[in-house]
């Protein structure tokens, strides 16, 4: 049995599996309509989400199958001290498979210890993201046709931002990525993605404070939310949250095929007169994600693929 709690938990063979699977589910949803028929998936939201959440469930009642779960820890047995470990044991009666988020780092990595169904990690705290990765891979794939040869500039809050963490890990292994991480000195990317990801695997990579003057270099943009709800202090919230802000005049320094990406919940981040920009993809990559779920999904429950 599979699980999905780090991006590299998929071989890049594998990654390319999943992608050319949820690029035919993109193209021929009818065929998959019925390949879940009969099978459940749990959704144990233990923080706020409205994409990840919505998407896995909208990707089972695509395949025919139905969901079930939690939104939030307060409406869960969390909140009577059930142990995350407890939880699953019981989830692995009801479901085929699961989604968990949760505030803490390795939490659905204790799950999966105990559970006897698929786990997909989706979300700890400030630390990985992987379905998240699949999507912007796939958004990424779809929009360059590659996800080789290009600069990544990735803007905001690195710190904190575990989509940030996710995709840089599962970048490094394509040939001649290179990545400009923007951010303000409070909120550079953690050293363990500094050291063991980017400096382990030799990649180029530059962290400045400025995105005017990374503009011009970058074929994809990737925009993220200062993540408020894990800072200690609100005041440092308050001073940091608008450190970016893209909108049409800093699009005129970027390359014609430039393309932006968030993972969203956008905040201030991005003003919306960004948004009727061609080369602004954040909500195509929210429809990707529902046919990497898709894909995910089957591929985790090892469903054949219909002819
Ligand atoms: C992200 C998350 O939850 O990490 N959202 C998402 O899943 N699409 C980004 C964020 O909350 O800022």
Redesign the pocket.
């Known amino acids: 049995m599979r699980h999905l709690l780090n991006p590299l938990d998929f071989s890049v063979e594998e990654i390319d599996q999943l992608l050319n699977l949820a690029t035919d589910i993109e193209h021929n949803p009818k065929k998959y309509a019925h390949v879940c028929d009969g099978k459940k998936i749990a959704t144990l939201f233990y923080e706020p ?1 409205t ?2 959440r919505l998407s896995f469930e909208a990707a089972m009642l695509n395949l025919g199958g139905s969901v079930l779960g939690f939104s939030s820890a307060s409406s869960s047995s969390a909140a009577k001290g059930e142990s995350v470990a407890d939880t699953i044991r019981m989830v692995s009666c009801y479901a085929d498979i699961c989604a968990m ?1 949760h505030p803490k780092e390795g939490a659905p990595l204790v799950a999966s210890m105990h559970s006897s169904i698929p786990v997909i990690n989706a ?1 700890d705290g400030g630390h990985q ?1 992987p379905s ?1 990765t699949l999507t912007d891979l796939m958004t990424i794939h779809s929009l360059l046709g590659r996800l080789s040869g290009m600069t990544v500039g990735l803007c905001g809050d690195l710190k904190f ?3 940030v963490h996710s995709l840089i890990s599962a970048l490094v292994r394509y040939p001649d990525v290179k990545f400009v991480l923007i951010s303000p000195p409070e909120l550079r990317i953690p050293e363990y993605i500094r050291e063991d990801v980017l400096r382990a695997n030799n990649i180029e990579f530059k962290e400045v404070g400025n995105l005017d003057e990374a503009m011009p270099e970058l074929d994809i943009l990737y925009m ?2 200062v ?1 408020k709800e894990r800072f200690f202090n609100e005041d440092d919230y308050i001073r940091l949250k608008d450190c970016y802000i893209l909108n049409k005049e800093k699009m005129k320094l970027a390359k014609e095929k430039m393309f932006v990406l968030h ?3 956008r905040v201030n981040e991005i003003s919306v007169e960004v948004d009727d920009d061609p080369r602004a993809a954040y909500f195509r990559q929210v429809q990707y994600g529902v046919y990497v779920r898709m894909a995910l999904i089957m591929t985790l429950l090892e469903v054949e693929k219909p002819c």
Do not use: D, I
Request: charged share 25%; no cysteine; aromatic share 0%.
């Open positions: 989400s994409r990840t988020r979300g993201h998240q931002g575990r989509t993220t939310r993540q993972p969203l919940p």
